[in-house]
């Protein structure tokens, strides 16, 4: 038996803070129109016929959990230009040459355009996805599903 049962010493800690009801999202107080990748360079990347450049520059400028829908929307746009460009036999050159990071933002924008398919997308879609596995495992599915910053 405690011999000082009267003290509180071990209750210094708020266990309440760390209740699920009380969580509050970060907010973004930064410009929206400021974030993101450069359409201007991507565009003129994938122009140039360098769709794997384009992918990495529009991979490590993408903006995790913005809140405007139309900057989400136009980056989503964006992503399956670069995506749609690179040909099946180059994708597993391009995710050979992504780090673990943006391989996870590349599965999130995957998942996302599942979301919005539009005609013949939903098939490459499907190669990417499995090229991306391939490389980095079921670890990346799981990071992307249970993260909640969303592109």
């Given at each position: 038996m405690a011999k000082n049962t009267s003290s509180n010493v071990f209750r210094t800690l708020d266990v309440d803070q760390y209740n699920e009801d009380?969580?509050?999202?970060?907010?973004?107080?930064?410009d929206p129109?400021?974030?993101?990748?450069?359409?201007?360079?991507?565009?003129s990347l994938l122009a140039a016929n360098k769709p794997v450049e384009a992918l990495t520059h529009l991979l490590s400028g993408a903006t995790l959990g913005i809140k405007d829908q139309a900057a989400r929307t136009a980056s989503l746009t964006l992503a399956?230009?670069?995506?749609?460009?690179?040909?099946?036999?180059?994708?597993?050159?391009a995710v050979a040459q992504l780090d673990?990071?943006?391989r996870d933002v590349l599965m999130k924008f995957i998942y996302r355009g599942f979301e919005v398919p539009n005609e013949g997308?939903?098939?490459?879609?499907?190669?990417?996805?499995?090229?991306?596995?391939?490389?980095?495992?079921?670890?990346?599915?799981?990071?992307?599903?249970?993260?909640?910053?969303?592109?």
């Open positions: 009380n969580y509050k999202e970060d907010n973004d107080s930064t129109a400021a974030l993101g990748p450069n359409d201007t360079l991507i565009t399956m230009r670069v995506l749609m460009a690179i040909k099946a036999s180059q994708i597993d050159d673990n990071e943006n997308s939903s098939a490459h879609l499907l190669v990417w996805h499995e090229k991306v596995f391939t490389v980095s495992g079921v670890g990346s599915i799981v990071r992307v599903l249970t993260d909640k910053k969303r592109v």
